[in-house]
T-cell receptor, first 114, second 115 residues
Framework: AQSVSQHNHHVILSEAASLELGCNYS??????LFWYVQYPGQHLQLLLK??????LVKGIKGFEAEFIKSKFSFNLRKPSVQWSDTAEYFCAVNAGQAGTALIFGKGTTLSVSS | GAVVSQHPSRVICKSGTSVKIECRSL??????MFWYRQFPKQSLMLMAT?????????EQGVEKDKFLINHASLTLSTLTVTSAHPEDSSFYICSAPPAGGYEAFFGQGTRLTVV
């Protein structure tokens, strides 16, 4: 069975600081990888996704993530965070076949102070 | 991108009653839909996989008689919480991948409060 680990439960940063949120998954086969953001009181929004190809993927709002297959990792990064990035961030994975369910990590709460 | 609509967005019901939540894919067909549950400040937990024209597949620990799922058409899945209790209060979210697709699109979620 697949599983996703997000090691950072709560990250607190000042504006303009760099961000890296860790995500590791456990699955032996081909996977698709996703990062979602959930702003307070809002529904999930897709930040970026990786299916294949270039392991460095760029998403919305200046976020990027790098897939490192040998480490089973898909860490999320942003060079300079803003106060508006305060939110909950979820890493998710599904098996490489079409139409499979996403399995989510426990989430990381990011708090950015201005 | 594809749109998934979930209704209602909020519902308050009395303990012992049943509540139906609808999940519709608006501009694509979905043979499979997924239902998740999210407790406050926690992650999304997969409850069940809804399959058009066949029985839903439930995750371990999810009571299928309590959470009835019906996938009546290629664009509609419903989740009915039967005999609701306060501990069923939660945020329920559906998602659907377009047929043959790898990415699932999420509904807005339904906040259920059982009083």
């Amino acid at each position: 069975a697949q599983s996703v680990s997000q090691h950072n439960h709560h990250v607190i940063l000042s504006e303009a600081a760099s961000l890296e949120l860790g995500c590791n998954y456990s699955y032996g086969g081909t996977v698709n990888l996703f990062w979602y953001v959930q702003y307070p009181g809002q529904h999930l929004q897709l930040l970026l996704k990786y299916f294949s190809g270039d392991p460095l993927v760029k998403g919305i709002k200046g976020f990027e993530a790098e897939f490192i297959k040998s480490k089973f990792s898909f860490n999320l990064r942003k060079p300079s965070v803003q106060w508006s990035d305060t939110a909950e961030y979820f890493c998710a994975v599904n098996a490489g076949q079409a139409g499979t369910a996403l399995i989510f990590g426990k989430g990381t709460t990011l708090s950015v102070s201005s | 991108g594809a749109v998934v609509s979930q209704h209602p967005s909020r519902v308050i019901c009395k303990s012992g009653t049943s509540v139906k939540i609808e999940c519709r894919s608006l501009d694509f067909q979905a043979t499979t839909m997924f239902w998740y549950r999210q407790f406050p400040k926690q992650s999304l937990m997969l409850m069940a996989t809804s399959n058009e024209g066949s029985k839903a597949t439930y995750e371990q620990g999810v009571e299928k008689d309590k959470f009835l799922i019906n996938h009546a058409s290629l664009t509609l899945s419903t989740l009915t919480v039967t005999s609701a209790h306060p501990e069923d209060s939660s945020f329920y979210i559906c998602s659907a991948p377009p047929a043959g697709g790898y990415e699932a699109f999420f509904g807005q979620g339904t906040r259920l409060t059982v009083v």
